[in-house]
């Protein structure tokens, strides 16, 4: 993680990418093994031209990763907030690969606004934690849907253990005391974050529609592994198992 992060303003939507990427490593700096790992498990069943479904996309981090790694891909970017679809919609605006999508993931609706019917991979990252598991279950039958036979799904999240306190104490008070000294050498929260893209003349506008939306964040659940296999069998995948995890967090992927 840098130190001293620099503070982006106006149209510059690499140093808007940058900088959201640092803020999010702030909170996971494991973040780039997960999204390697995810990639590998990509090329693994799709191989290296794949049609991706980035699901929960914000600023697309996921899809510039894909991209970068795999320039033959093609990706469709969903999400609902203004602002962090604003960063992508500037960074992607040129790309015929990225297709970006507005759409609220507890509408059932939502997968009738997608360009294509079916996805070699659906892939989404630190972003279903903010639903509840009713919606979430019901969000993983309709994912289910759209993935082909033989593609794949693949959640990045908070998924804790909840039957070992003393080590999640344990992990939770390292990972803090780290976090302070980051924000101390200069690094980028949540909430300054925010703030800075409140204050931007660009970003100011799909940033207050975004709390108009949102709130301050969003009352989600964040249940375990097993949870999470056992719905996506549940909601029709073949199989389901984490292919990595952190003492906090777990890549989940379920083939069909």
Known sequence: MTTSTPRPTGTDWHAWQESWDRQQEWYLPDREERFRVMLDMVEAFAGTAPRVLDLA????SITARLL?????????????????????????????????????LTDPAWVSR???DSYDAVLTATALHWLRTEP????????????????????ADHMPDGNTPRIDAAERAHR????????????????????????DPVLAGPTARRFEIYGEHAEGDTPSVD?????????????????WRSPSDALVLAVK
């Open 176 to 199: 803090h005391a780290r976090m302070e000294r980051a924000k101390r050498d200069g690094a980028l929260d949540w909430a300054e974050w925010w703030r800075l893209a409140a204050e």
């Open 57 to 60: 996309c914000g600023t697309g």
């Open 68 to 104: 970068a790694r795999f320039p033959e891909a093609t990706s469709t970017g969903v999400d609902l907030d203004p602002a962090l679809l604003t960063i992508a919609g500037g960074t992607f605006a040129d790309d015929p690969r990225v297709s970006l999508v507005t759409a609220d």
């Open 136 to 155: 979430l279950a019901a969000l993983y039958g309709q994912v289910a849907d759209l993935v082909r036979d033989g593609g794949v799904l693949m959640n």
């Open 114 to 116: 997608l360009p294509y």
């Open 227 to 243: 949870w999470h296999t056992r719905t996506l069998r549940e909601a029709g995948f073949a199989e389901a198992r984490p292919v």
